[in-house]
């Protein structure tokens, strides 16, 4: 009986000890679960977080889509206003510019044509007021020579 008392005394030791062992067990299995939750509530956020980056990203690759198709535009513009500009730069130089050396001299040129017209319109103005003149001594002179000869002409009828 000591022997089974003593063998009973071990199991029920050993009963304790695994008693203790399970109630570590499950202290370990309450923290895995505790900890399982935690990672299943961890998935759901990063899920969340993972679905509004992807949104996020989406609308960041729009909005670049959107500023790159403006570029491409201003590019374009900007190339027709460096045509534009080319063109313009082009008409300028085949302008002729009136410096001022150049206008004194044109203004130099005008006069001395004028001048010479003038003097050219006077040279005519003397040469018809010298026609003019003879014509005038012409006719003075056949008047002169009409009004003896009428003279005559009274006085010979007169005398007859």
Known sequence: MVNDIEKLNKVIGSLEVQATRVTEFNGILASVNEARSE???????????????????????SKLDGLLNRLVSIEQKLANLEQ???????????LKF????????????????????????AQKIDDANQVHQSSLKTLKFITVFGILVLAIGIAFLARN
């Open 39 to 61: 990672i299943e509530s961890s998935k759901k956020i990063l899920k969340n977080a993972f679905a509004e980056n992807q949104q996020l990203i989406a609308d960041n690759h």
């Open 84 to 94: 534009g500009q080319d063109k313009c730069l082009q008409k300028i130089s085949e």
């Open 98 to 121: 009136l410096t001022p050396e150049k206008f004194e001299e044109g203004r130099n040129a005008s006069d001395a044509a004028t001048n010479e017209s003038m003097r050219d319109l």
